[in-house]
Structure formats: structure tokens, C-alpha cells
């Protein structure tokens, strides 16, 4: 661990201007970032403590969306009764994400902003291209059965994204509000985070010294139904091997809109939008249900030892599908 | 005896000092002027070291000194002999030359004035090697030779195998696995006018202190181990790593204590772990299920610096009569550290190869698989055809087998189902050594009615302190809160290590003695000029419920006898011996069932149930022995279906070294577990009828899961651990 300077900001406008012209990171619960910095992976020389911001409300904003202040606890958000009621697939999504004590600490900016779990990107030593561009991928030839993608891998990373809080929140649709030094601006979940490329260091469409504010959720979908399925070696304290977050509306027994996000398997929070306007439509039933998950996962790439997760990430859909069908209304028993 | 405590369910002695933080453990002493140390570990597996640059980490804030092979004092090698107590696995001394033997071996010591800046610097040390290419598993590693190491043989086995009605033939195959209890090692070690003290994370005080002094060629008496407290080891523990060694020797070179904490990710480098194996079994029987032919022959990982043989076969040879028998075991060398001892090492992964084919032979003959180890019990010990001192295997397998439900099962595979859920019930034998080792103690009577026992064991949190104040409270007649149970100090009397489920059957005879020595000597003052019994004959006194008692309704306290002497105490002092030679055979014994849910649409395994029941003497604490096994399923269940520790076949480098990525057990995961102790004493072992409990539990488990697993989805996995992708049903 490296010495730093640490400064506790008051007021977002404090918190940019501290992280100006630094090798600087915003401290939020620091769970990722207090970890790799005791990993000598990431290097600051200044944190900035953003926790006594004002933004730990969760408010609600205009056409029915939900604001999500950046500093929400994952607890908070998970137990809040708008999160419970209109938007189960997230509380669900965040009560199966790491630990108690970790949801207690984890903030909602920080959940979207955490690294890979890629262990050669976490030894500080291996070849990775996204620690250190350019030095190569250890992890295609590695050790990859769990924590990597079939998914918007490339030849440069194939790290997964390891949230489960994002897959939710892919599905469900959600604005990031960020801050910086020129003002504030809006960017797209769905465009928010990057897959690898060429470009494995570049995680996201943050700019330099960019604060992120709020994540407003999409108003939810009338009448629908939602889940999440996680599915691991272990039941609880581990990453996904594969999960689903499907949200599921009926007119009768027909499938008026659906959403379909994975996790576990991307180098994204991946959004399942051809497997969605396939099942838009169509019958909810078992049949089609597994369609919908083979063509989700037809492009996928398996890699030495996570080829498993092709068929764990269909099983993950087609249970996703099955149980938010269950919970929606307006529709007809499957 | 005033009260008897022995086997109810005491409280923990020591669980108040635990809860409120006051005990204290090996990094939570920090002696004046204490410097923290922090290893540079090799990045390659084999080769040599050819530079080591530190010129940026010298001029690091806070540094002290930094130490590597070019500048380490000498230390001497220890002998490595259990017999002289000073055993350990990893033979050469740290720092000892520039040669690598495995990835995480140590190639610098940084020694800072605070924790982080020790840290800090030594990620800036840069070391550059001259690498070689070397077996990163024990697939390639057989390739370089394999060396028998030992083998046990009962008639002609092969040709019995060959000739056998009905046969298993399979290889089993287990991963590495790293122990991992919550306390890292830890070491904080002093010199004071030619002494060492160390505080220590240790099994065992004697064995790090003979080990030391070798080390340091210094008398024993010279070295103080202490372990007040130990957040346990599971055998990572009993012998001491390379870190200790360093430890003590930079405290010396530098005038000042040093501290020193195995950060997790060297835990899986640098302290031991469970060595791959691979297990080939032949198991002959005729139609009606008798066992004509038992060949085990195992292969187990080691280093380049020592051989640790897994005793894969060890309970093969005693379990099941047979005439004709192989038992094997071998090496080959694989660029990790040195295997060490892990909880129930030998049968803990021979148990799962055994009894695994055990199953595929019920199967084989259509048989049910309680029926076919039943019939194959057996009554002496095969090995060397003496009876059992206590074995009460069958009643396991009754009581057990009636709790579960098992005359209920439907052996048709995937018949049993719940919901969405196929469920598979298995059954494995447990087995485990019984043996007593010598052991001294000393009991110390004080005017005001107190008892100190003192003994150089220690208590690794699996309630030793407890079950020797039970014993002491017993059988002096006092209170249990009048006992003060000092262990954990190697200045104290001769103890035994924690390990090998022999502490309980060894400390408490040496206990007993010594509360009888010593109230022999109260009874002797108290017949003295100027006593309260003065002139009495010995023979007439009696020592009952704390007081010296005469036929004739007199009764004196230790206060009415000490002090009118002056004297401060009265002591006894008693060594007990080791497993007695007395034609009998010993073991303990025991039995696992196992209930296991598998969701073909989720590839989701769980287990439901476990019921088990143990044959291990007598009980000395329901509570602590209950946890003891509970604990052992645990682990067990943890074998079966999550750990192992996952090299990267390049480098040798251990990829899942933390607690988020190397799997074991959570709450989530745990089933109900209902655990049966036949509490039936042991009385040819000693007098209080007490084996040990500490590991038989884990025996068997993961070939309980994995015929269950069978029974459920008809996929039989020989390759630990058992994770969802091995049996996942892959056409959903
Ligand atoms: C052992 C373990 C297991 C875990 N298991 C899971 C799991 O199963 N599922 C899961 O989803 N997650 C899991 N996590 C990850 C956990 O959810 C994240 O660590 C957590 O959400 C990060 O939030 P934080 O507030 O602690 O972020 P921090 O560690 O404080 O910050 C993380 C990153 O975000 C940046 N940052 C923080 N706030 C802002 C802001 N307002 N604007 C811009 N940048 C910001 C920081 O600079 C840093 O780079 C696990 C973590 C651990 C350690
Ligand atoms: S997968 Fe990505 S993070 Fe891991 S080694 Fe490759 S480049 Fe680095």
C-alpha cells in the first residue's frame, strides 16, 4: 500500500475539484478500491472521500422513475419499499450480491464502478492487458472457469463484469447522472460500462475526474412481474457463475414485454435485447422460453474452462423467464 | 467427587475471554519497540534468484533493514524427527541460498517500523530469476517419476483381484486444498539477555521451541513458545514455516522484537496444504458381497524439498476383512511447497476413494451399500490380527441408519424427487487412529481452595482449556471455577501437540495423575507436626471434595493445612505414557449418511441432511465434541463439493489464494446435521475411556455426497470437488 492523501469532501462541487489534476480516486465504501489498493494494483495518491455527500437519498423523480443517490447503500436500496415493490429483480439482485457486512459498506456508485475479479489482474505481477495495456491477457491461456466471460470477450480481456446489482438495473433501464468539472451530464445504463476491445483499461464512459451523482431508474413496467437467478457453486458469498434478471409482462398468456439482462457471463452487464424482441409476442411458455435463452447465448464464446457456462447461462434464462411470468399479473398461469 | 462434569455440555472456560476480546493472540502482543516484517515472494516455480534490487525499497519511509539470501544469518537446519518432537515438512531454512523451489517461496524480508510501510516497500523489492521449467501438478509430475514410498501387503492381491467374481476398478483423484483457518499464522518474536520469546500461532509450544533451538543452536531452555490463544490450524499448524524461523533471526540481528502476519494469499504458498492425490482402487468380492481383494495404490503431490507422503491407504488396511490386500503409497515431485498434515490427513481423501468404490461395488452386486459393509465387517484388526479395543462400528451403522430413514430409500437411481429437485442419499464409513502419546502435567493446591493445572499443550479452539478443567474440577471434587488451567507456554510440563486426535486421550491420564499427585501431597502435609491431621497415618486420610478427611468425621481445608506451615501449595507432579502395548488394537469408528437435492433445470446441488454417528470413546464435553464433528462435516462437505486450491499451469501460482475465490462452506450452504455420539468409553486406551474427535468426522463425507450425487443424477464423479458444471445435464 502506497502512501496517499486523503480528503473528505462536503459538496460535489469540493469532491471534482479535490480529484483535479491528481492521480486520484473516489473513496466510497471501499470495498473495491481500499482492497486493491492493499494489492498494490490500484495506485492513488489521493482518495477522495465522497461518503458525506448528500446524495444517500433514494427519491422519486418525474414519470414514475426511482432517483438512486450515488452513495445508497447496497442494504439501503435493497430494503427500500419502492425497490422491494416496483423493481423486486434489484432488491433480489443486491440480497444475493456479496456479504452482509460488504452490502453495509457498498455503495451505488461504487457497485458500478467495481473491477474485475480476474485473479491475474488482481496479483499485481501476471501479463493483463487492462492493469497494464499492451503487456498481453493471462487469463485466455489461465485459469477461467469463473470469474470470465463468453460474452464481449476479445482477444485483449475476457474478464467478466462481476455485479449483480448492474444486471438488474440493465434489465431495468436507468440513467447515470455524473458530474464534472464542465457540469453535469446524463449517460445511458446500457452505454455506460464498455466491453474490452482493444481498449481493456478502459472500463467505462466516465471522463477524468467525473463524479457520478444518481443512478435514476426507468419507470417500471406496468402489471410485471421480476427476478433474479443466481446461480454458483456455493450459496451465498460468491460471484455468479451465471445469472439472469428477467422482468416479464402479460397480456394473457402472450408475453407483452420482457426484459433479459445476465450476469456472470459478459464483460458487460449484458442486455439480451434479439432474445427480447423474440419472445415479444409469443406464448410464455417452457418452449419458448428456451428458445429465447439459445438464441441469447448463440454468440457465445467458451474459453478453457468455463464452456460450461453456455448451457448454466440458458438454465439461468429459462428459470428467469419461468418465475417472473409467475409473478406477473394480468397474464394467465403457465 | 463431588459433582461429575465430564461429558455433560460445559461451557467453554475460555468463551468469555474470546467474546470480550481479552484473548489475546499471537499478533495481538506488541513488545516495546516492536518492528514489523513482510515477505517478497518468488514469482517463478523453479530456478534461481539472480538479482534482488532494492535500492528504491531502502530509502522507503520507515524501513529498517531489508533481508535476502546474500545477507541472512546462518540458521541450522532442524532434524525434522517426530520421535525428538522437532518435526517439520519444509526442510530448508529461509533464505538459505538463491535456489527456487516453488512460486510464494520467500525471497526477501522487509522490516519496517509500522505494518503498511514494511508492506509498501516490499512490493517495491524487484527480484529477477533465472527460471526453469518445472511440474505445476501432479499429472506433470508423474511424468518426472514416481517413488514408492511404502506398501503393505496380505496375500496375493493381484491375482485375487484377477480371479474376483465381481470387480471395481477406478481412479480417484482430489485436488490440493489449503487450510485455512481464520487466525493466519503469526509470529512476534524477542530476544532478552540470550533468551528468545516467541508468541506464536502454533499446534504444538514443545515442538516450535526443539525446533528453535536447532534452529538457533540453542538449548531448549533457552526459548520461551507461548500460544495463549489459536484461532485454530487444521494441522497448517503443527510443525513451524519458514516465516517463524525468519522471524526470530531478524529480532536477533536487530537488537529490537519483530512482528510478523502470513498475509492469506501466502497461506496457500508458504505454510503447507493437502497434496493432490490420485488413488487407483481394485476391489474384488464374490456374488454375495465378501470382500476377496482390496488394492489401494496412491500417488500424492510433494516437493522438491521433502517428501510428505499422504497416507491415502492408511485406514484401507483395517477397515474391511479381506484376505488379500494392497496397500501403496507414492510420490511424485510437483514446484509447490511441502505438504503438511490437514485435518484427518490420509484417510480424509483416501476415505472418499474407498468408500466411493465401496459403492460402485454395492452397485456391481446389486446390493444395498449399508448391507455390503456390514457384511464385510470386521471384529479384529486385519492388519495385524488383534481384536478392537472398542469398536462399536455396527451400532453406528444401526442408529445412524434408523435416523436417516434409510430402509426408506428407493436405490432405483433418480427415482426420489422433491418438487423440482431429484434427491440422492448416500452412505460412507468414517475411521480414525486412536493413540495416546506421553504427557506430563502438574497441579498445584492453594490454601484458598484454588487448583492451577499446568501442561505445555494447547487448546487450537477445540475446547482443550475446557475439557482439562472438567477433569481437574472432577477429580479433586472442587468447583470448575476454582481451576485455573494454564497451557499454551512450553516452559510448562512436557505437553502434547494438537494434532492427530490424540491431545484429549493423551493429556487428560497425565491431568488425572496430577490432581491425584497432588492431593496425595496435601494429604501428606496435613498429617504433619503442626497439621491439622498431625500424626495421623496417610493411609486413614482421604482427599474428597477439596478437604483432607479423616474416619472420624474430621475434615481439614488446604487453608487449615498450608497455612499454619507457611507452606504456599501443595504440587503433584504425574507423566502418563504413550498408546499402551497391550494386544489390542485401536480405532475409532463411525458412520455418514448423506441426503443430497439436485435441480436438473438449475444445475443447483445441495446437500439437505447429513446424519451421522460416532463411535470415539468416551465423550468428555457433549457441546465441544459435538462441534468438533459438526465442524469435521463441514469441512467435509466443503471437500466434497468446493475446495481446492486452482494453479495456474504456467506459472505454479496458486489463482484462487483468497477467501472470496478458494470456496468453503457458508450457512447458506449447511444442512441439517444431526450428529449421533455412542459415547461408549475406551477403557483399555486410559481410565477416563476418552479417544479423540477432532477429526474422524471429515472422514468419508465427500464419498457419502458423491454416492449420493450418484444415486440422484447417475453420474459418478471420482474427481473432487463435485461442482455443478461436473453433473450439470448440459441439454437444457
Ligand atoms: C469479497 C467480496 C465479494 C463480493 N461479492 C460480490 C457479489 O457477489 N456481487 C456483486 O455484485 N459484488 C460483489 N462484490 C463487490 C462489491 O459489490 C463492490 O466492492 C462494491 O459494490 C463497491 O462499492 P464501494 O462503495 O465499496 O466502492 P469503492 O470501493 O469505494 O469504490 C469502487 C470504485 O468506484 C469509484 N467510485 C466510488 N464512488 C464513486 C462515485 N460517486 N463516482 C465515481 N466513481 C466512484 C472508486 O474510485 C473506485 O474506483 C464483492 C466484493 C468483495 C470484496
Ligand atoms: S482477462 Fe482482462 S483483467 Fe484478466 S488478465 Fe486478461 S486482460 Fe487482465
Known sequence: ?334 | MSQTTIGSAVARVDGFDKLTGRARYAADFHPEGMAHAYGVYSTISRGRIVSIDTSIADGMPGVIEIFHHDNFPTLHRSPASFPEENMVDELRTPFEDDVVHYAGQFVALVVADTFEHARDAAYRVKASYDADSAAANLAQGLEGGVTEANRTERGDADSAFDSAEVKVDATYTTPVETHNPMEMHATTARWANGKLIVHESTQGVIFARNTLAKNFDLDPSQIEVHADYIGSGFGGKLWLWPHSLATCAVARELGRPVQFMLPRQNMFTTSGHRPETSQHIQLGAKTDGTLTSIIHDSINSTSSINTFVEACGGSTSSLYASDALRVSHATAQVARGTPTPMRAPGAGVGLFALESAMDELAIALDMDPLELRRQNFTATDPSDGKPWSSNHMLECYDRAAERFGWADRNPQVGSMRDGDWLIGQGVAACNWDAMRNPCDARVTLRPDGSATVHCATQDIGTGTYTIIAQTAADTLGIDIGRIHVAIGDSTFPHGQISGGSWATASILPAIVGACKAAADKLVEYAANDGAPMAGADTDDLLFEAGVVKNGRGDQATPADILEPQKLAHAIGDFHSDGSPEDGYAYGSFGVNFVEIGWNPNTAQLKVRRVVSSIDAGAIMNDATARSQVEGAIVMGLGAAMFEATEYDERTGRPVNNNYAEYLVPVNADMPELDVILLNHPDYHLNELGARGIGEIGLTGVQAAVANAVYHATGKRIRDLPITLDKIMDETA
Open chain 1, 1 to 334: 500500500m502506497r502512501q496517499f492523501d486523503y480528503k473528505r469532501a462536503t459538496d460535489t462541487d469540493g469532491a471534482i475539484q479535490a480529484h483535479a489534476g491528481q492521480a486520484a480516486a473516489y473513496l466510497a465504501g471501499g470495498t473495491t478500491l481500499i482492497d486493491l489498493v492493499k494489492l498494490d494494483v490500484m495506485q492513488p495518491e489521493r482518495m477522495v472521500d465522497v461518503n458525506r455527500l448528500a446524495l444517500s437519498n433514494i427519491e422519486d423523480a418525474d414519470d414514475g422513475r426511482l432517483r438512486i443517490g450515488a452513495t445508497v447503500r447496497n442494504t439501503a436500496l435493497a430494503y427500500d419499499d419502492r425497490v422491494k415493490r416496483d423493481y423486486t429483480v434489484l432488491s433480489e439482485a443486491l440480497l444475493q450480491g456479496a456479504s452482509r457486512q460488504l452490502r453495509n459498506r457498498a455503495t451505488t456508485a461504487g457497485n458500478v464502478m467495481q473491477r474485475v475479479r480476474c485473479s491475474y489482474f488482481r496479483d499485481g505481477i501476471s501479463p493483463c492487458n487492462k492493469r497494464e495495456p499492451g503487456t498481453g491477457c493471462s487469463a485466455i491461456e489461465g485459469v477461467n472457469r469463473e470469474v470470465f466471460a463468453v460474452l464481449g470477450t476479445s482477444e485483449h480481456c475476457i474478464a467478466v463484469h462481476p455485479s449483480d446489482m448492474c444486471v438488474a438495473m440493465a434489465a431495468i433501464g436507468a440513467t447515470v447522472e455524473v458530474q464534472g468539472p464542465n457540469g453535469t451530464r446524463e449517460i445511458a445504463f446500457g452505454d455506460f460500462h464498455k466491453m474490452p476491445g482493444n481498449t481493456p483499461h478502459i472500463e467505462h464512459e466516465l471522463a477524468e475526474d467525473e463524479l457520478i451523482t444518481h443512478v435514476t431508474l426507468d419507470a417500471p413496467i406496468e402489471d410485471a412481474g421480476s427476478t433474479y437467478v443466481k446461480l454458483r457453486d456455493r450459496s451465498s458469498y460468491q460471484f455468479a457463475l451465471a445469472s439472469c434478471a428477467a422482468i416479464v409482462a402479460l397480456d394473457g398468456d402472450v408475453i407483452r414485454e420482457v426484459r433479459l439482462a445476465l450476469g456472470g457471463v459478459g464483460t458487460k452487464p449484458w442486455r439480451c435485447s434479439q432474445a427480447e424482441e423474440q419472445l415479444v409476442g409469443a406464448a410464455a411458455n417452457e418452449e419458448n422460453f428456451a428458445q429465447a435463452a439459445r438464441l441469447a447465448m448463440q454468440d457465445a464464446t467458451p474459453y478453457k474452462h468455463n464452456a460450461y457456462k453456455i448451457p448454466l447461462a440458458r438454465k439461468a434464462i429459462t428459470q428467469a423467464l419461468k418465475d417472473a411470468t409467475a409473478r406477473a399479473g394480468n397474464g394467465g398461469s403457465i
